[in-house]
Nanobody
Framework: QVQLVESGGGLVQVGESLRLSCVASGGIRSISRMGWYRQAPGKPRELVARFASGDVIDYADSAKGRFTISRETEKNAVYLQMNSLKPEDTGVYYC?????????????WGQGTQVTVSA
C-alpha cells in the first residue's frame, strides 16, 4: 500500500520560511513524477512545484523565485523550501506521486499539511 506522509506545515508570519517534507513508502518501484499541490479555501487544488519526467521541474508562476523543490531519490522523498511567504500562500499543501502501473499511471496523495501565513 503506497503512502505519502507530509510534514513541515505550520503558522508563520509574512516573509518567513517553511520547509515541507514528503516521503513515499509502500513498495514503490517507479515514480514518474512527484511534487506539491496547494488548495486554498474555496479554490481548486493547484500545482505549486513538481519534478516532471526526467529532471524537468515545473513551478507555478506564484512560486518562482521564492520556492525551491528538491528531492532525495533513494528515499522517495521530496521537499519544498518556501521563502518570503505571503498570505496568499495559505492553504493545505498536498504531496503527489504519480507511479507507473502497467501501461498507465496511478496518482497518490498525502493527507495534506496546513500552511497559514499571517499578515
Amino acid at each position: 500500500q503506497v503512502q505519502l506522509v507530509e510534514s513541515g506545515g505550520g503558522l508563520v508570519q509574512v516573509g518567513e520560511s517553511l520547509r515541507l517534507s514528503c516521503v513515499a513508502s509502500g513498495g514503490i518501484r517507479s515514480i514518474s513524477r512527484m511534487g506539491w499541490y496547494r488548495q486554498a479555501p474555496g479554490k481548486p487544488r493547484e500545482l505549486v512545484a513538481r519534478f516532471a519526467s526526467g529532471d524537468v521541474i515545473d513551478y507555478a508562476d506564484s512560486a518562482k523565485g521564492r520556492f525551491t523543490i528538491s528531492r532525495e531519490t533513494e528515499k522517495n522523498a521530496v521537499y519544498l523550501q518556501m521563502n518570503s511567504l505571503k498570505p496568499e500562500d495559505t492553504g493545505v499543501y498536498y504531496c503527489n506521486a504519480r507511479l507507473r502501473s502497467g501501461t498507465g499511471y496511478l496518482d497518490y496523495w498525502g493527507q495534506g499539511t496546513q500552511v497559514t501565513v499571517s499578515a
